[in-house]
């Protein structure tokens, strides 16, 4: 009762004293030295010499060639960088750190990890900065693989006396054995005042490592504290696992990103599903706290509130990406707010001090599991406002051309037969029910899909007016659960090893997805010994999967190679954790291609979060072969963020056609593209140097079956 009415306290005198309501006169708001640009993650910048009058005269100021790509392998860039002075930070394809003059694009130095030649680092979506106010020099924390390095901002060379010369495992301190875990950090964490707290990435199948919330010590990088993610006894959550989960099951980590309350020392960290994320027979209960937003006190790591938007996730609804932090105007008073945006294309939003829903939620009913084992959770939460940003339920009117042949991931594009089903005949064969209808073998359509609604990109936030800019992909997908293991399967140790571990990513069959190589002929392309170690290391994106053990991993291996004998019996040596894996992971096109919902396929969406009402909704990006009179503009999917801006602009790239835009914030009115070398999957930065306001993407490509690039391109005014 005493901690309620201190709560009720510090959010009174929050809301009296409105502590943010100078807040886009804030000083960090005019440079970009933050991820983002600034703790609450708001991507906004306080500049105005490029406006709506004069963005469309826009020319290219400098590029950068960051180097990085690897001939024959698709490689990507999604880092959004910093700017530190006249110095730009940023990370290259072979995830190495570098800086450039941010006026010309001229190298000053780079810095290539020792892990630079191992495989499975991961990806890099940005940086951290921490200025020293004293002798330490001060630093940018870079991650590659599992290693979190502490770089001198001036020299580029690691800073020894952070960790072991320089860096620190983030396989440490999970409380499981560092060598078989595979931890990276594809995001960057936050930093307040001298600590660092940072999330990590994690693998999604069974046996994966604990996704725990640390903080560090910005100057040893000795841990200062732990918050479990997966409850061990006597803590908060605990019982809403079985009572061994702390001890083996893994997953619910902080992969996207944190937002910062300065002044309150709060730190707002979102979580994604527990591991295996589409089976959860091992771990009957609500799972607390994968799924959830977490306001943990900054020194200390201590819960203040949570509230967890997915109980018991089987979906894959990971929360994608950083929360905005904002005031809302209620009844003439100031609210202190975080809002956080969903996969399933939702808007949650809550007093940031109390945790307070400050728009209906409601608990609803969804049906039962059938897989063996399962017990979906009964209800599930969603916001009665804002409405979601993106359609919840496939239905037969929103087919685009259902009598054309279907071409899902798992079927063979350009192998169409009679036999091959329509569109229209593949949905009637499997369920599309709109959220939360749980996974079976028969086929489920999960929309919006697997990548959103909203991903890593995130939403942007104008502080000045509380109004939300966010883009939304508009994908069907198809996924599909197969018995396996037992008598019920039939297949072998090697092959349900395969179908549990390398199926989420590399399709059902093995057979590729989306510039993932496929395995069905690996055998062809690498020799055993080569994928034994990809397997165990990773390569590239990909994390390995040091927790397998050689048994279970010779056994892939021979599967692979067309080695095993059908009936090698080693499940005694073997652990088949689950009873169900992926046989169908994959977007819901036609023969052509194209996505079988009906344009957009992609959007931008401005929402103002005072009243929950929607101002705009356009579709961001054209498929320019799609030759439809009745589809002007078709929408893309998109990956990556928007930055908004004093004069009125917002930018913003991540769409399949390698553009980025500017587009007018009131109206949604597109005013200016260029066509980039590759795509810019990564959120832009703008940013000042001499009174000269500039626009920096990273241009790595490498998704949607785009090409790879390396380059970085800086736009500014002639």
Known sequence: ???????????????????????????????????????????????????????????????????????????????????????????????????????????????????????????????NYWKSDGEAPSRIFFSSGPKLYAINIETGEPITSFGDNGSIDLRDGLGRNPSKLSVVSNTPGAVFKNILIQGTRVGEGPGSSPGHVRAYDVLTGEIIWTFHTIPQPEEFGYDTWPAEAYKNVGGANSWPGMALDTQQGIVYVPTGSAAFDWYGGDREGSNLFANSLLALNATTGERIWHFQMVHHDIWDRDLPAPPNLLDIERNGETIPAVAQVTKSGHVFVFNRITGEPLFPIEEK?????????????????????PAPFARQILTEADLYAPNRKAFVDDLVSGNETDATPTVMEKFNSITSKGQFIPMDTTGVILFPGADGGAEWGGAALDPRNGVMYVNANEMAWIIKMKAIGGEAEGSSVGQSLAQIHCARCHGGELQGLNGIPELQNVKLRLESDSIQTIIQKGRGAMPGMPNLSEEESDAIVEFL?????????????????????????????????????????????????????????????????????????????????????????????????????????????????????????????????DGKQYLVISCGGGKMGTASGDEYRAYTLE
């Open 365 to 385: 009913t969804y049906p039962t599991s059938t897989l063996l084992g399962e017990k979906a959770f009964e209800t599930q939460p969603l916001p009665l406002k």
């Open 1 to 127: 009762m005493l901690r309620f009415s201190i709560l009720l306290l510090l959010a009174f005198l929050a809301s009296c004293s409105n502590p943010n309501s100078n807040k886009a006169n804030k000083p960090y708001f005019n440079t970009w030295e933050h991820y983002l640009g600034d703790p609450e993650r708001t991507h906004f910048s306080n500049l105005d010499e490029i406006d709506t009058s004069n963005v469309s005269q826009l020319k290219l100021a400098w590029s950068y060639e960051s180097g990085g790509l690897q001939e024959g392998r698709t490689t990507q860039i999604q880092t959004s960088p910093l700017v530190v002075g006249n110095v730009l930070y940023g990370v290259n394809a072979a995830i190495e750190l570098f800086a450039v003059d941010a006026k010309t694009g001229e190298k000053l130095w780079k810095f290539s990890p020792k892990t630079k030649d191992e495989s499975g680092l991961g990806l890099n979506r940005g940086l």
């Open 561 to 689: 190679m067309g080695m095993e004998k059908p009936k090698d019996h080693r499940v005694e040596k073997t652990k088949i954790d689950v009873p169900y894996s992926i046989s169908s992971f994959a977007r819901f096109k036609d023969d052509r291609g194209y996505p079988v919902v009906k344009p957009p396929w992609g959007t931008l969406n401005a929402i103002d979060l005072n009243s929950g009402e929607f101002l705009w909704t356009v579709p961001l990006g054209h498929e320019e072969s799609l030759n439809d009179p009745n589809v002007p503009v078709s929408g893309l999917e998109n990956y990556g963020g928007p930055v908004v801006t004093k004069g009125g602009v917002l930018f913003i790239a991540a769409t399949k056609d390698e553009k980025i835009r500017a587009f007018n914030m009131k109206t949604g009115k597109q005013l200016w593209e260029d066509q980039l070398p590759a795509g810019g999957y990564a959120t832009p930065i703008t940013y000042q140097v």
